[in-house]
């Protein structure tokens, strides 16, 4: 007795809810979130490569507080998104191969190709975003350069997503998110009138709705890193605010191996300008005149804290030595090694009154792990570039 035909569902008879409407409302929402995030990470690529045509802005203070930070929230948004929009999508790996069409075909392939490339660096970026805000890197290769290269691969990847599913996400996007497709099979219940039982459960406007709140509840569970006031909400959040004077640190003294060092009492901050330099020591740097700015360390990680910085102006250090108007320096840590044990400040930092080289944070002396004897403070300036235990600045030009 041959068996009965039991008839295979469509893909999307699984759920009504994978569907385009799904997919390209959804998909505008991430592609917002990759926009700001790839906009954003640019900007912290150069100010923290620093490259010498390039004029940085000093002002607002916050720059790239706000910057870094959008930065971070954009990428935390975008994991719920992610998922959601794979989830809509997914059954589509099994659309039929169309063969008997050459146009068809070539959109085919390359729309598989750029999916796969797309997919690949997307949860690349974001996988790889995450764990970079838990400051722990389990891999081999320099994340900032790594990151930075593949969004460029994700962007130009979703530029040819979008481009070859225009038209599907055109339609979409102009017609009702529930609405049902007339010319589907009556027999799909992802086409057909929905019964009282798919009424009654989680509609396609409902799993939008749900995924937003989602992307919105994920940037609120991290962002108090950023924002001091969501600090207590954001239980995700890897920075809480604490650490040594009210101000958190990423690296300790003791981790960078400058403990001894840095409570040398022969410490000399050495300024060299060609043949002319100065020793001083830090003493002779509080006896110069002080100054105090309220100016926030900002991190690539998206945590952010304010602290009420004094020190020696870096201008007025700049002229013992005779330095020109708009210098450009080399200045270097007390850390022997390190991606940013050293670092290069442009002219337009080095003459900017905030400036100053610390030696006081919230009216006492620095914190060993902020970077005591001396370290760099400067307006909208990454974190990693306010250099800690500096022992040498040298004019560049």
Request: one cysteine or more; hydrophobic letters at 45%.
């Amino acid at each position: 007795m041959t068996p009965p035909r039991v008839a295979v569902p469509a893909p999307e008879a699984f759920s009504r809810l994978r569907h385009p409407a799904v997919a390209s409302r959804v998909g505008v929402w991430l592609g917002a979130c990759f926009a700001v995030a790839f906009l954003t990470g640019i900007v912290s690529h150069y100010v923290q490569s620093q490259p010498t045509w390039l004029t940085l802005p000093t002002r607002p203070i916050w720059l790239y507080r706000v910057s870094q930070g959008l930065h971070v929230a954009a990428g935390t948004a975008a994991i719920p998104l992610l998922l959601v929009k794979l989830w809509s999508v997914y059954h589509n790996l099994f659309a039929a191969v169309p063969w008997r069409s050459a146009r068809s075909l070539v959109l085919h392939l390359l729309e598989r190709a750029s999916i796969a490339v797309l997919v690949a660096a997307a949860i690349f970026e974001v996988v790889t975003g995450a764990i970079n805000i838990t400051h722990w890197y389990p891999w081999e290769f320099s994340f900032r350069a790594t990151h930075y290269a593949v969004a460029w691969i994700a962007i130009g990847a979703l530029i040819v997503h979008i481009a070859v599913k225009l038209p599907t996400i055109s339609q979409a996007l102009s017609s009702p998110i529930d609405e049902t497709d007339p010319e589907a099979d009556p027999t799909d219940p992802g086409a057909s009138a929905p019964s009282a039982d798919q009424r009654a459960g989680l509609s396609r406007r409902g799993l939008v709705r749900t995924a937003l709140v989602a992307a919105g509840a994920a940037v609120v569970a991290t962002v108090g890193s950023t924002i001091p006031l969501l600090r207590e909400v954001s239980v995700f959040g890897v920075r809480s605010g604490e650490g040594p004077q009210g101000v958190p640190v990423n690296t300790t003294a003791e981790d960078a191996g400058v403990v001894t060092a840095a409570r040398d009492p022969d410490y000399r901050l050495t300024v060299v300008h060609g043949a002319r330099s100065v020793s001083l020591r830090r003493e002779d740097l509080v006896s110069l005149p002080q100054h105090t700015v309220d100016l926030p360390i900002a991190c690539v990680e998206g945590w952010s804290a304010t602290g009420t910085w004094s020190g020696v102006r870096m201008r007025d250090l700049l002229d013992l030595v005779q330095a020109p108007p708009s210098a450009r320096i080399h200045v270097v840590s007390l850390q022997e090694s390190g991606a940013f044990n050293d670092t290069e400040m442009p002219g337009e930092f080095t003459q900017d009154p905030l400036t100053l080289l610390a030696l006081f944070l919230s009216g006492e002396p620095l914190d060993l792990d902020h970077g005591y004897p001396a370290r760099l403070i400067a307006p909208a300036r990454p974190g990693v570039l306010q250099t800690k235990w500096v022992h040498r600045i040298e004019v560049l030009r």
